[in-house]
């Protein structure tokens, strides 16, 4: 299984250094952060979106190293949401020739949610781009089910899909025989990490923010997982850690280290 490097494994990197740490660590793949954010304060201030220079420079360093893009981010819908906003983040991630762009959604109100995604698909498709969704339970997709709602109507099996986080599915409640059940054309990525059986609740935007473990150092199934994805699903390792970055421990050596632990589990 090809395994992509995520930003958020190494969030104190600037995308060129994203790319240059992604290859020393045998990605073909990485999943970026197209803008820093707030929410995230170990990463260092870009912004692709307003910087074309940057933006070509990054396509140039992850055509010399052979990298392809898998995912961009950040795409939020919210209940103040102008669709017509993300025609510049999608533009950016065009020109970086992204698979997917990965969208999360905290639209509480229903019938506007699944309008203003449909939207959204629809405008990602002008550019080329394919849509995953990423079930996450702090936001208003808090399931695979809930995920896969939404996105059957959109009747585009393949080209909108989900994004499929081992740490969500597990604090969903979700399993992975319940993935590998989901429809043909639905899975479109997966993201690698581990975790404890059980954690408070309190405490389950900050782990999958800032704290989740490596793998085989936790009690998920990375193994069952990886065979509940469709068979040729690409996926990555999302793996923060961000006490390794305050404590030191240097960047190459954290992902050299999250790479091999989902590695180390998928042998086994």
Not at 126 to 147: M, T, Y
């Amino acid at each position: 299984m090809r395994l992509a490097l995520d930003h958020l494994t190494a969030v104190d990197s600037s995308p060129l250094e994203l790319a240059d740490v992604a290859r020393a660590a045998g990605c073909d793949a990485l999943c970026l952060f197209l803008h820093a954010m707030e929410v995230l304060p170990l990463m260092p201030q870009f912004d692709l979106v307003k910087d074309r220079s940057h933006r070509q420079h990054l396509r140039l360093r992850m055509d010399d190293l052979g990298l392809e893009l898998d995912l961009a981010y950040p795409f939020t819908l919210g209940s103040r949401s102008e669709i017509a906003h993300f025609v510049p983040l999608l533009e950016c991630a065009a020109e970086l020739d992204a698979s997917l762009v990965n969208v999360l959604v905290y639209d509480r109100d229903p019938a506007r949610r699944e309008d203003r995604f449909a939207a959204f698909c629809e405008l990602a498709a002008s550019f080329g781009l394919r849509v995953a969704v990423e079930f996450f339970p702090a936001s208003q997709v808090r399931s695979l089910a809930e995920a896969i709602a939404l996105v059957q109507p959109i009747g585009k099996p393949g080209l909108v899909g989900i994004n499929a986080d081992l740490l969500h599915l597990m604090r969903s409640g979700g399993t992975c025989e319940e993935l590998a059940g989901a429809p043909a054309g639905t899975i479109l990525y997966g993201q690698f990490a581990d975790g404890p059986a059980y954690c408070d609740e309190a405490d389950w935007e900050r782990e999958a923010s800032s704290a989740r473990m490596v793998g085989g150092e936790g009690d998920f199934d990375l193994t069952a997982f990886a065979k509940a994805l469709p068979p040729g699903c690409p996926a990555s390792v999302e793996i923060p850690r961000d006490w390794q970055i305050q404590a030191g421990v240097p960047r190459s050596e954290r992902v050299a280290i999250a790479m091999e632990g989902v590695r180390r589990a998928l042998r086994r």
